[in-house]
């Protein structure tokens, strides 16, 4: 089975900050990457889709990149409701998700 | 609009069964593939489960494979889990999600409200 891991698992930054996750995949998954937000009790809502597509809707402080094993997302200008935990996932085999990195507004 | 409503959990006792559905509206069912994923009390996301448009492939994260089936009623526009042999650990938020768009590897675009599942003695 293909593992998945992110980092940090959490981190703290001011808005306007620019943040970047990275996520790890064990074994290439070309780019069958995948980004999700959540809030706490919410479900998760998909940033971006195919490493680098951004979904419909999401603003384009948002972007992804990477192929491969190795992904990163970033935002650009952090604003306040972007605290959350962001989630990536594969979807090369089966459709495992990384443990998720926790992002807090200082 | 594009909606996708779990419901089916509540609290049962190690060993028992439950089913759980997800109505969907909004776009045509019969042509996407479907998902559960989990979420444990406090932790990350779990997929459990994906069933092709037409419900000819299915497939399953090991730890659910022989107690979990997933099913879909395409006429109804409703997902199904079916959960025996029900285990502490099985104990999450479920959620069912679309799949972006007719392709099998894309991301999930659209997702339930989540329905609890809590299994206790």
């Known amino acids: 089975d293909i593992q998945m891991a992110q980092s940090p698992s959490s981190l703290s930054a001011s808005v306007g900050d620019r943040v970047i996750i990275t996520c790890r995949a064990s074994?290439?998954?070309?780019?069958?990457l995948h980004w999700y937000q959540q809030k706490p009790g919410k479900a998760p809502k998909l940033l971006i889709y195919?490493?680098?597509s951004l979904q419909s809707g999401v603003p384009s402080r948002f972007s992804g990149s990477g192929s491969g094993t190795d992904f990163t997302l970033t935002i650009s200008s952090l604003q306040p409701e972007d605290f959350g935990t962001y989630y990536c996932?594969?979807?090369?085999?089966?459709?495992?998700f990384g443990p998720g990195t926790k992002v807090d507004i200082k | 609009q594009v909606q996708l409503v779990e419901s089916g959990g509540g609290v049962v006792q190690p060993g028992r069964s439950l089913r759980l559905s997800c109505a969907a509206s909004?776009?045509?069912?019969?042509?996407?593939?479907m998902h559960w994923v989990r979420q444990a009390p406090g932790k990350g996301l779990e997929w459990v489960a994906v069933?092709?448009?037409?419900?000819?492939?299915?497939y399953y994260v090991d730890s659910v494979k022989g107690r979990f089936t997933i099913s879909r009623d395409n006429s109804k526009n409703t997902l199904y889990l079916q959960m025996n042999s029900l285990r502490a650990e099985d104990t999450a938020v479920y959620y069912c999600?679309?799949?972006?768009?007719?392709?099998?590897?894309?991301?999930?675009?659209?997702w339930g409200q989540g329905t609890m599942v809590t299994v206790s003695s």
């Open positions: 999600a679309k799949i972006r768009a007719d392709l099998w590897a894309d991301g999930f675009d659209i």
């Open positions: 909004g776009f045509t069912f019969s042509s996407y593939a």
């Open positions: 069933i092709s448009y037409d419900g000819s492939n299915k």
């Open positions: 074994q290439s998954i070309s780019r069958y």
């Open positions: 195919a490493a680098s």
């Open positions: 996932q594969q979807s090369s085999s089966t459709f495992a």
